[in-house]
């Protein structure tokens, strides 16, 4: 069965620092990786997402994740966050067999 | 454009009743995912309907069934609540009957409380 470790719960960030929440997954087969973000009061909604291609993908509001295949893993970055950014971030997998498995999440809170 | 829709927002049950929660999806959407997610935790995939079909299933046991309708909406049931039934119950909804490549839309959630 696939599984997804989001390694840090939560992290505590100022304005104009450097952001990496990492994500990796247990799955033999091939992946489709997404990550959702859900700002306070909101839906979850996609971040970016990556089926196939380049390995590094770019998303809304200036994030980017790299896939590292032989690392299993789907870690999302942003160069210099901003309030606003403080959410919930959801890193996903879903198989070419159609189910979704979602990590535990890891809440952003950027200081103003 | 009405995105997707979950009713009720809150509800209260107490153990061994049964409850049934609902789902409008996104215009357009045929496919419709259900998840539940505890406090701290991330979503658990339940279950996929499309065509009327449950096409793919988590690991939930039978008490958790569904529905979906000629016009996409789904229900999801949950037959003799327990304590640890108590999460946020998501719907999210895609497009072409998989949820492979697609980006699922979320509804607000159904929070459910067992008392």
């Known amino acids: 069965a696939q599984s997804v470790s989001q390694h840090n719960h939560h992290v505590i960030l100022s304005e104009a620092a450097s952001l990496e929440l990492g994500c990796n997954y247990s799955y033999g087969g091939t992946v489709n990786l997404f990550w959702y973000v859900q700002y306070p009061g909101q839906h979850l909604q996609l971040l970016l997402k990556?089926?196939?291609?380049?390995?590094l993908v770019k998303g809304i509001k200036g994030f980017e994740a790299e896939f590292i295949k032989s690392k299993f893993s789907f870690n999302l970055r942003k160069p210099s966050v901003q309030w606003s950014d403080t959410a919930e971030y959801f890193c996903?997998?879903?198989?070419?067999?159609?189910?979704?498995?979602f990590g535990d999440g890891t809440t952003l809170t950027v200081k103003p | 454009d009405a995105g997707v829709t979950q009713s009720p927002t809150h509800l209260i049950k107490t153990r061994g009743q049964q409850v049934t929660l609902r789902c409008s999806p996104k215009?357009?959407?045929?496919?419709v995912s259900w998840y539940q997610q505890a406090l701290g935790q991330g979503p658990q995939f339940i279950f996929q309907?499309?065509?009327?079909?449950?096409?793919q299933r988590g690991n939930f046991p039978d008490r958790f069934s569904g529905h979906q309708f000629p016009n996409y909406s789904s229900e999801l049931n949950v037959n003799a609540l327990l304590l640890g039934d108590s999460a946020l119950y998501l719907c999210?909804?895609?497009?072409?009957?998989?949820?492979?490549?697609?980006?699922?839309?979320f509804g607000p959630g159904t929070r459910l409380l067992v008392l």
């Open positions: 215009s357009g959407h045929d496919t």
């Open positions: 990556y089926f196939s291609g380049d390995p």
């Open positions: 309907y499309y065509e009327e079909e449950e096409r």
């Open positions: 996903a997998v879903n198989t070419n067999a159609g189910k979704s498995t």
């Open positions: 999210a909804s895609s497009p072409g009957g998989t949820v492979k490549k697609e980006t699922q839309y």
